[in-house]
């Protein structure tokens, strides 16, 4: 009987609910996630006797709260970049660029476990570097020289990965003998 009241309301509602998120999120992508989180909370809401029928306004409602959920999620993962973005505490490491979101998530995923570690747990997650010493089990003077370390990784990484993807263009451009194709 529960199933039957949810199918007839994901039927009649399905439309509102999605156009209501479409609209504000831009991406059909991302609204049909959010939609599918918004029943998903419909059947959880029904299983556990809360709700005997998922009307428009109670699925609009939640929609509303997964919305807010996702630019809350979007929020902090850009300040969370940023943070990575904001490498230039030292006066020495005068490195004044701009990160490029998902280049620096790819550029960061191609790190070694303990270089990425150290920048996660410092830039992403906000920890100070006596913090840091403690989760990765090393001193504050070792953690200091890993995140040294860490910093001028990433940046040759970042660097090298921006200056490859133009001549991989390039060479798609070429046959294997060299001339244009």
């Known amino acids: 009987m529960a199933g039957e009241a949810l199918l ?12 209501y998120l479409v609209t504000r999120v831009g991406s059909a992508a991302v ?3 959010l939609t599918s989180e918004t029943f998903l909370a419909g059947v959880t809401a ?22 807010v959920d996702h630019w809350r999620r979007q929020e902090r993962e850009q300040r969370r970049l940023m943070a990575v973005a904001d490498l ?3 006066a020495d490491d005068p490195w004044d660029v701009r990160l490029e979101v998902a280049h620096a998530h790819a550029v960061l995923a191609e790190l070694g476990a303990h270089h990425r570690s150290a920048l996660v ?3 992403l997650d906000g ?13 504050v003077g070792a953690t200091e020289q890993l995140l040294v370390r860490a910093r001028r990784t990433f940046r040759v990484a970042y660097e ?14 070429t046959d294997p003998e060299g001339g244009p194709r």
């Open 31 to 33: 609204a049909e996630d």
């Open 8 to 19: 007839a309301g994901y039927e009649r509602s399905l439309p509102q609910v999605y156009g």
């Open 46 to 67: 029904i299983q556990a006797g809360t709700l005997r029928e998922p009307n428009v306004a109670w699925l609009i409602g939640v929609a509303r709260h997964k919305l």
């Open 160 to 173: 090298q990965a921006d200056e490859a993807a133009p001549a991989s263009t390039l060479a798609d451009a």
């Open 88 to 90: 230039t505490d030292d």
């Open 127 to 139: 920890l100070s570097v006596p913090e840091v010493a403690t989760a990765l089990e090393r001193t």
């Open 121 to 123: 747990l410092r830039y």
